[in-house]
């Protein structure tokens, strides 16, 4: 039978990431009321509002550079970024339940817990107040705040220099099997977030109360 890990074993902090995790965030949302041709949306998805455009967008401080960027690299969908950004806000639902009730039950018991997310820094300051359990963190590095991105080690030490805490003591949850990866090779601990159950036996079998 094999040792049930210590009390010092066990993390005592819980980092989140935002997007796919506690956001209800996904660009279709948008798309589908601009392109009513399934076809025609998953091109736009392929061809425009694909990684590389979403990543630009995740280290800046203003989405408007990467913006005006890719409508002078790709004209023929210089509609359908600058849309992207200005009407960002049709891309978040709400918070994901029951990952939010997880996170409150977390903080209720005096777990403290921080963000960590690729988000631009503009769109993420005008998001900020349509997600009150944001509140609920000590603290959220915000990659376009930053100027860098999961999983760069680099971000990671800024998430551990702000928050004052080291890797042994956190577990991270992401729904990036890349950035876990990542946040593994830092020494953290890694939870890939593909349900809210599944995560949430996870945290739990982790000895926090989630």
């Given amino acids: 039978m094999s040792a049930q890990p210590s009390a010092s074993d066990l993390p005592r902090v819980v980092v989140f990431d935002l997007g796919g995790v506690l956001v209800d965030w996904n660009p279709r949302y948008l ?47 210089a509609a359908l970024y600058e849309a992207y950004v200005t009407r960002f806000q049709e891309t978040i639902q709400g918070g994901i339940e029951p990952m939010v009730g ?18 631009a820094a503009d769109t993420f300051a005008a998001t900020r107040a349509r997600l009150p359990f944001l509140s609920l963190f000590r603290d959220i590095v915000v990659s ?6 999961k999983p760069d080690p680099a971000i990671f030490d800024i998430l551990f220099r702000r928050g ?21 090779a830092v020494g953290l601990r890694a939870i890939h977030h593909r349900t809210p159950d599944e995560t949430i036996a996870a945290l739990r079998a982790l000895g926090l109360p989630a």
């Fill in 102 to 119: 997880a996170a409150r039950r977390l903080h209720d018991a005096g777990v403290p817990l921080h963000g960590l997310t690729n988000w």
């Fill in 31 to 77: 798309l589908a009321r601009l392109i009513p041709d399934p076809e025609a949306l998953e091109r736009a998805l392929a061809e425009a509002i694909n990684q590389p455009f979403l990543l630009s967008l995740d280290i800046a401080r203003d989405s408007g550079h990467p913006m005006r960027a890719a409508m002078i690299r790709r004209p023929g969908h």
């Fill in 164 to 184: 004052g805490f080291t890797a042994a003591d956190a577990v991270f949850v992401d729904d990036s099997e890349k950035n876990c990866i990542g946040a593994r």
């Fill in 144 to 149: 376009g705040e930053e100027g860098v991105i």
